[in-house]
């Protein structure tokens, strides 16, 4: 494969092969790159065939050899490949071949005692009167029932809570369905439309939109939306300083207070940020009251909705915080200089956050350490 004409080809492989969904065809395919990247096939010794993390490192060095790096303290998309996963390792005749852990989100994680496994499908249903329904695998059918609600599980096991019920009132009431760090959510809305809630996020929206000549949501931190069309209802999302207003489409809305601005991405279709109209693939970044519109990736910005990491030049504070809020833990900084180190890379969020921090660690420029629940990152040495 060559580097330049092929990169979103081996991208692609890369990605499948982090979910453990390569065809035969396709990991021929990826080991071909691999085994081409020097002249020499990887030759490995016995012992060091049985030591995981040297393997890792042997895999990083070559990738590191061939790709190079620009500038320090950033490592390349295939860099962070080679180190995203937990490794498990075949050795014969002298070559090394890999493979990744499966990372789908039914899948039950194996976590070392002194280990944080991801997080996962809960989320907390706030009623009008304020009683308050934790929605889980476990959650009472006919407590749900009762108003009008059910969980429902999808292919992959994620859990979905779905508004069945209808109320005839004059008035609006409303719901909240809200996530804690460590948990994530979707939500069918009483018009069906679909939301994904990302972790320490939350959405209020109305029992029944019927009294109401608008369909209006408020969200905090951030959402996925895919709305449903109604030319009669148009649908608007309300966040810190502004409206979203839609008109049928595929949207991601990023409001975390430690963001930095609020960022609006549209996928497809069509919305307006306080007026300002995205084209698809662009993001309106809404800071003071000030918008400013900038093309989008869209792979990176909706990888958590799809169960991935994905990181391009993002700084380690700006990383540390989506592992704070996914495994709901705190982050110390050894030095301040430690947060403005850029990287880059992609894996999957269903892992042990010791196999995300063992990844930053293989780029050499910092180390971590787990103490409970609190990751302290330090200078390397």
Do not use: C
Not at 136 to 145: D, F, I, Y
């Amino acid at each position: 494969m060559k580097k330049t004409t092929d990169k979103i080809r081996l991208e692609e492989l890369a990605l499948k092969y982090l979910q453990g969904n390569l065809t035969k065809k396709e990991k021929n395919e990826f080991d071909h790159w691999f085994n081409q990247i020097t002249e020499e096939p990887l030759e490995v010794s016995t012992s060091h065939a049985s030591n995981e993390e040297a393997h890792g490192q042997a895999i990083f060095n070559r990738i590191k050899e061939d790709i190079g790096t620009k500038r320090s303290g950033t490592f390349s998309l295939w860099k962070g490949i080679a180190a995203a996963v937990f490794f498990i390792f075949a050795v014969g005749a002298g070559l090394l071949y890999f493979k990744g852990d499966r990372g789908a989100a039914e899948q039950v994680t194996k976590v070392n005692r002194n280990d944080i496994g991801p997080g996962n499908s809960k989320a907390t249903l706030t009623l009008t009167n304020g009683k308050r329904i934790l929605l889980s695998s476990t959650v009472s059918g006919e407590l749900l029932k009762a108003v009008g609600a059910e969980v429902q599980k999808n292919s992959k096991g994620e859990l979905i809570y779905k508004q069945i019920g209808s109320k005839n009132s004059a008035a609006l009431e409303y719901y909240t369905l809200s996530t804690t760090r460590g948990e994530q959510y979707q939500v069918i809305l009483p018009d069906d439309s679909h939301v994904w809630l990302n972790s320490a996020s939350s959405i209020k929206f109305p029992v029944n939109f019927s009294p109401s000549k608008e369909r209006r949501v408020f969200i905090s931190g951030e959402a996925y939306f895919e709305v449903a069309k109604d030319k009669k209802k148009p649908f608007r999302v309300v966040s810190d300083g502004q409206v979203v207003s839609v008109y049928g489409t595929h949207f991601n809305v990023n409001s975390y207070k430690d963001e930095g601005g609020t960022r609006t991405t549209l996928l497809e279709g069509s919305v307006d940020v306080n007026g300002t109209l995205l084209k698809p693939k662009q993001q309106a970044i809404n800071e003071n009251g000030v918008i400013k519109v900038i093309p989008a990736d869209l792979e990176y910005i909706i990888a958590w909705k799809n169960g991935d990491f994905r990181f391009k030049t993002e700084t380690l504070e700006s990383i540390m915080r989506k592992v704070s809020r996914w495994y709901n833990v705190d982050v110390e900084f050894q030095s301040p200089l430690l947060k403005n180190i850029e990287f880059g890379g992609v894996m999957t969020k269903y892992t042990s956050v010791s196999k995300v921090l063992k990844m930053l660690e293989l780029t050499g420029e910092a180390s971590f350490e787990l103490k409970g629940r609190t990751i302290l990152v330090k200078d390397r040495k």
